[in-house]
């Protein structure tokens, strides 16, 4: 496996454990009680930033050395750019709802679950969909040319003089983000004195 897509793969897998706290406190929602909406409103903040700047460059570097090397596939797959933008479009109304929410505005409570709720979900299918059908595409017929220009692109990408340490301040966040769930988590049900 390319290591690109190695880390395009790690990275869906930190995006998921994102989902996971974003969705665990959308069942706090859901039951009635207060969610950690600082939390909520970090994890809407690392998708704002993250995709378009450090994860979706990647994928459409692969997709476009795609397109040169198999139509079929790309056809398959249909516009994975109109698929990012919906993504954003989609976060977007999710900030938007939480917003008004934390401003007392007045709102179904089905209508703020099921926009979450249709987020979460809605970037569950598409990295399945990437996994699924992007990636092995890209493997079975990208050459190692393409991979080479690929990852000279990304080098490029990484220079610290033109991008400095956007992937550290995105770890950062993460590993600040999932430490908050952790600490909602224990201060929602702590144990029992022994």
Known sequence: MS?????????HR???KLLCILERELNVFARGERPNYELVLAVIDYFKDYPDTCHHPKEDMIFERL?????????????LGAEHREGARRLRRVGQIVEAVLNDQDLVRQIVYDTIRDFIDHERRHMAMEERLVFPAA??????ADW????????????PLSHPNVEEKFATLRRSILESEGEAERLRHPTAPS
């Open 3 to 11: 290591w690109v897509i190695e880390i395009l793969c790690q990275e």
């Open 67 to 79: 397109k040169l090397r198999d139509a079929n596939a790309v056809a398959t797959i249909g516009d």
């Open 139 to 144: 493997l079975k017929a990208l050459r190692p």
């Open 14 to 16: 930190n995006i998921e």
């Open 148 to 159: 080479a220009e690929i990852a000279l692109k990304l080098a490029d990408r990484h220079d």
